[in-house]
């Protein structure tokens, strides 16, 4: 049974800079704690209750760490607002062994999404999903970007983080050996044309900007194509990002 010596020392990893510090990640729950094992990643510590071993003990890697929780001693420890059965702390895989297990697709018509300043856990883990949806296996996001490890980001993408391939830069400079190398720059931008009167370039790099300011300005003479999802409603003032995402992406492969 864990202590409570054990339940203050984990609860630290509540705190996304004890996490990043570490090189580690907290997955809670069934689900996520379904992806770690199917994943093969390499599991520090388990936290659960009596039933969850139970079910599923033999199927977590010898090395981990084991504890038997009660459901109030795993509230402690939790940073969710209902606890459930399972805690795990996991070593965070590289951009490169994720690569290796997921593969981009050659012919995929996104290389990647170029992520500006998305600062909502809930946006960034609902790209990382739609990033996973669509296969696309590599995102590259500005320095300012939510963590993708954080506990929240790590929540909403349901596991996606551990199939997309995430890494932080200077977008300028990364867009511009896009360009440099063929690859062509798409940018969502309001004063863009819409995707659905136009091809499409295929292979190309999808830029998502900030929630409220969209593409910074210095990025802008970077893009090679300004895009936008029509507002056929005409009320609406804007769209959230992860959703304007998922619509944009979806067009790019209709087109394929």
Known sequence: MISNNQIHLFAKYKSPKQCDSDNLFVAEGCKLAGEVVKEHLAV????????????????????????EASEAALERVSAMRTPNQVWMLVERPSAEQIL??????????LKALAVDCIQDPGNMGTILRVADWFGIRRVVCSEDTAGCF????????????MRVA????????????????GTPVCGAMLDGQSIYRQPLPLGAVLLIGNESRGIAQQLRPLVDHK????????????????????????EFFRQQ
Do not use: F
């Open 44 to 67: 520090r510590t388990v936290i659960a209750l009596p039933e969850w071993l139970a079910a599923n003990g033999a199927s977590l890697p010898p090395s981990a760490e084991v504890l």
């Open 100 to 109: 290796q297990r997921h593969p981009q697709q050659a012919d995929s018509p």
């Open 150 to 161: 954080s506990p929240k980001v790590v929540q909403a993408s349901m596991g996606s983080v």
């Open 166 to 181: 995430v890494s932080y830069m200077p977008l300028d400079a990364y867009l511009a050996q896009c360009r440099a190398d």
């Open 227 to 250: 895009i936008k999802i029509p507002n056929l409603g005409g009320t609406c003032e804007s769209l959230n990002a992860a959703i304007a995402t998922g619509i944009l992406c979806s």
